[in-house]
């Protein structure tokens, strides 16, 4: 039983010596070490040995058992920090690779003066309406009619409004202040809102003008509301959307729906007011129109003229974001031309 142990053992030993990997080890040590494996079944036989045999058989085979343990084991760890480092070699991580690009879409230059014009107008106390109060697809009743804009106006022509196909009276709004009269349709003094939105106008396009751009409207009404005021919240709101002094003027205008009205122009910053095709040779572009509510219009949604008072505004959301970022052509928003949406 010796020499079956001694022969087993140099057998075991070669295995062990040609053993390659990880997992060539374990078929060794499963071959001969396992409760399956090849000593076990020679340790089982050992009872049928006299007692003196049993001791030194015995102890010959935990000797020989112990010394394949461990050199399977001096082997395993050799091949485990080999594996290991190859590993580690291979998932090791060039940070000085140049890295993936991963275009990135940015905020549209119109949705940032919008969001700008709007947060300011929010600090000056105004909050915005529902969308359910500013539809761009309107009546002609809140778009002309509730805005004492009579049936012959000539702002009700074809040749400014796009009418639709749904129905006669359907047309694309025209300006935003048909979201006056939703709100105050639905709502008493005091009414502070603003209503930002897409306004249509069938215009010879050019520099300045575009059959489709955006407005933000104002409306304030309450008890002792006055033209200063409206002076008042409009030049505050210049100097925050400016920061430094920027030459405004206000003129005298009309508007069927305020009364009196004015409208603000703000110095071209393309000519810096000695004219050019962007401010058509004036020096001065129009940002706003803006007017205390005519009676007329809060009599028609039931809010006394005697006792209430307001002013209204549109703002040229174009306009303003020319004025501010010295962009010479409005057409320029609406070419998706990455070279120019870029820069902002
Ligand atoms: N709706 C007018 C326009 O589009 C602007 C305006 C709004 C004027 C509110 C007065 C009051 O030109």
Not at 303 to 323: H, N, Q, T, W
Request: aromatic letters at 10%.
């Amino acid at each position: 039983m010796k020499e079956q142990l001694e022969r087993i053992y140099s057998l075991a030993v070669a295995d062990i010596e040609k053993a390659a990997s990880i997992s060539e080890l374990d078929e060794v040590r499963a071959k001969y070490l396992s409760r399956k494996g090849e000593f076990n079944e020679i340790k089982k036989n050992l009872k049928n040995l006299s007692d003196e045999d049993k001791r030194t058989v015995g102890s010959l085979a935990n000797e020989i058992t112990s010394k394949l343990e461990t050199s399977i084991k001096a082997k395993h760890d050799k091949f485990y920090q080999i594996e290991l480092n190859e590993k580690l070699s291979k998932e090791q991580i060039d940070v000085t690779l140049p890295g993936k690009f991963i275009p990135q879409g940015k905020v549209h230059p119109l949705t940032s003066t919008t969001n700008e014009i709007v947060s300011i107008l929010q600090s000056l106390g105004f909050s915005v309406v529902e969308s359910k109060d500013s539809p761009e697809v309107e009546t002609e009743y809140f778009n002309f009619d509730m805005l004492n804009i009579p049936a012959d106006h000539p702002a009700r022509d074809v040749q400014d409004t796009f009418f639709t196909t749904v129905a006669p009276n359907v047309v694309l709004r025209s300006q935003t202040s048909g979201a006056q009269i939703h709100v105050m349709e639905n709502q008493k003094p005091p009414i502070r809102v603003i209503s930002p939105g897409r306004v249509y106008r069938n215009e010879n396009i050019n520099a300045r003008k575009n059959n489709f751009f955006h407005q933000i409207e104002g409306l304030y009404v309450d008890k002792n509301i006055t033209f200063g005021d409206l002076k008042g919240v409009l030049n505050e709101f210049i100097r925050i959307y400016f920061g430094a002094s920027r030459p405004t003027r206000f003129r005298s205008s009309f508007f069927p729906f305020t009364e009196p009205s004015a409208e603000v122009d703000v110095q071209c910053i393309m000519c810096g007011g000695k004219g050019c095709k962007t401010c058509s040779g004036t020096g001065w572009l129009e940002v706003l129109g803006a007017g205390m509510v005519d009676p007329n219009v809060l009599k028609g949604v039931g809010i006394d003229p005697e006792i209430y008072s307001g002013f209204a505004f549109g703002m040229g959301v174009e306009r303003l974001a020319m004025l501010k970022y010295a962009i010479d052509d409005i057409r320029l928003f609406f070419n998706d031309d990455v070279r120019f949406l870029k820069q902002f």
